[in-house]
């Protein structure tokens, strides 16, 4: 068996959609999901159940999840299907991976095949992602990866590459810095506005 804390706050089409997951995987005894959430737009009862069952966990501060991430075998980060999403999931990213992929287990991507999330995956070999609207599809995944070791292994190393590489805290820090000093000396080598209208005379 193996677990997978679901870490991200949730607004109301992600809520959705892990209710939906929620009550796929509830009876099953081979994937035990866990959900850490600041919120959720669940029914009341829907909350209870699931509180009950182990899956929904409500919120825990980060540097508390840490243990969480250790001891989970997977990750999973999900971006929305709902037609008025659409641009933003093909403009955001879900920054989840950030945190994941230091841990180089696998990150599954429960998006649309449009979404950040799912080409970033594809391009860079850096999760297992599922496009079908379908949490059934998304459960099928899982269960094949994890029987399956060279897929398994191959996702644990790609996300750790990610974690190496175009996702590395500190490079992406340096980069940002080096952005925002390049912007600010631009900035001070644009010319005075008043001598610019006087040129202009």
Not at 41 to 55: F, N, R, S
Request: proline content about 5%; charged content about 25%; glycine content about 4%.
């Amino acid at each position: 068996m193996f677990s997978i804390p679901l870490v991200i706050l949730v607004p109301s089409a992600y809520g959705r959609m892990l209710l939906r997951l929620a009550n796929t995987v509830k009876e099953r005894s081979d994937i035990h999901l866990q959900i850490f959430a600041a919120g959720n737009d669940w029914p009341l009862e829907k909350v209870k159940e699931m509180t009950e069952a182990g899956i929904y966990k409500g919120f825990k501060p980060f540097e508390q999840l840490k243990s969480d991430f250790q001891q989970a075998d997977a990750f999973l980060t999900v971006m929305s299907f709902e037609k008025a999403e659409e641009p933003f999931m093909k403009t955001s990213f879900t920054t989840k991976w950030l945190d994941y992929v230091p841990y180089g287990k696998p990150v599954f991507v429960w998006a649309p095949d449009y979404s950040t999330a799912y080409q970033f995956a594809h391009q860079h070999r850096a999760g297992i992602a599922v496009s079908e609207d379908d949490p059934v599809a998304l459960v099928k995944a899982m269960i094949d990866a994890a029987s399956n070791l060279e897929t398994w292994q191959a996702a644990c190393g790609g996300a750790r590459k990610a974690a190496e590489t175009v996702l590395n805290a500190e490079k992406i820090h340096t980069l940002f810095v080096d952005r925002v000093n390049h912007v600010c000396r631009q900035s001070q080598d644009t010319p005075n506005i008043d001598d610019l209208k006087e040129l202009a005379r």
